[in-house]
């Protein structure tokens, strides 16, 4: 797992913040979805919300297909209910690491 990414992460979701998958020097496609796909797994497996739901799409402003096929993502959300869960799961991400400023 790309630590340095996660750590970036982290740090944007203190901030209350987005940031774009351009802003993250990771590449695009599979290269990328990997890293951020090995990051949402370990986040889920150890009870924490898809800290990768503070990664957005520069041009639509929402997570990429890759994030609609996490595990921990419902497989049957609409393309009406796809920008609720990822607002709600913002939330959660933003509010989780804002309360736990010493967990890294």
Same mark, same amino acid.
Do not use: C
């Given at each position: ?13 203190? =901030? ?27 986040? *889920? ?14 041009? =639509?402003?929402? %997570? ?18 796809? %920008? ?15 309360? *736990? %400023?010493?967990?890294?």
């Amino acid at each position: 797992m790309r630590e340095d990414i996660r750590r970036r992460l982290i740090q944007v979701a203190r =901030k209350g913040e987005i940031v774009f998958y351009s802003e993250l020097g990771i590449g695009r496609g599979k290269a990328a979805g990997a890293i951020l796909g090995d990051i949402s797994e370990y986040e *889920h497996s150890n009870h924490r919300p898809l800290l990768t739901a503070v990664v957005a799409n520069k041009a =639509k402003g929402m %997570p990429s297909p890759g994030f609609w096929g996490l595990s921990a993502v419902p497989s049957n959300l609409t393309d009406k209910q796809r %920008p609720v869960f990822w607002a709600r799961e913002l939330i959660r991400v933003i509010e989780y690491w804002q309360s *736990h %400023p010493n967990e890294r």
